[in-house]
């Protein structure tokens, strides 16, 4: 278990030298409300935003216009992977590249609102869906399509 994290954290700051910046430290974070954990470099999603009331997740912002969200949710819908991607490829505005899903996980790629998203949702047994959220402007695609991989895979259940 250690060695897969080693790995990853190698992975995050070899994709963020690779991406132009000296240095990026990972940072792994775990929502106390729904044991929701991923990890991704703070030396590039700085400011931490305020936790909102219900305590579902966290939000973090670049200097540079991107964003990253961890955070969970209740499957209150009994909501499934291939239900979501469906509803989110049907949803208007949305401008859906890519969309897969397994078992128990989905992730979406696109344009939403003028700026380029990447989403991963994992649906837990627990009755709880956990998602890591990066959205960015285009003009930053090479930068931060280096980093979401290794992102998203960091997410899971605490």
């Not at 305020?50 to 949710?73: K, R, V």
């Not at 949702?121 to 890591?132: A, E, N, Q, S, Y």
């Not at 930053?140 to 979401?148: H, M, P, S, T």
Request: overall charge neutral; aromatic content about 12%.
């Amino acid at each position: 278990m250690r060695r897969r994290y080693s790995i990853l954290a190698f992975q995050i700051v070899a994709a963020a030298i690779a991406s132009g910046s000296t240095f990026a430290a990972p940072f792994t974070y775990t929502n106390a409300r729904f044991g929701t954990t991923c990890t991704f470099p703070d030396e590039v999603f700085t400011d931490r935003q305020p936790e909102p009331e219900n305590g579902d997740g966290q939000e973090w912002l670049s200097t540079d216009g991107a964003s990253l969200i961890c955070s969970g949710i209740l499957n209150v819908d009994n909501d499934t992977p291939k239900g979501f991607v469906a509803a989110e490829k049907a949803e208007p505005g949305n401008k859906i590249s890519y969309g897969k899903t397994g078992k128990d996980w989905a992730v979406l790629s696109g344009i939403k609102d003028g700026k380029i998203f990447y989403e991963r949702r994992l649906f837990g047994r627990d009755g709880v869906i956990r998602t890591v959220w990066i959205e960015y402007p285009p003009a930053l695609k090479a930068k931060y399509d280096a980093l979401v991989g290794s992102i998203a895979a960091s997410l899971k259940a605490g």
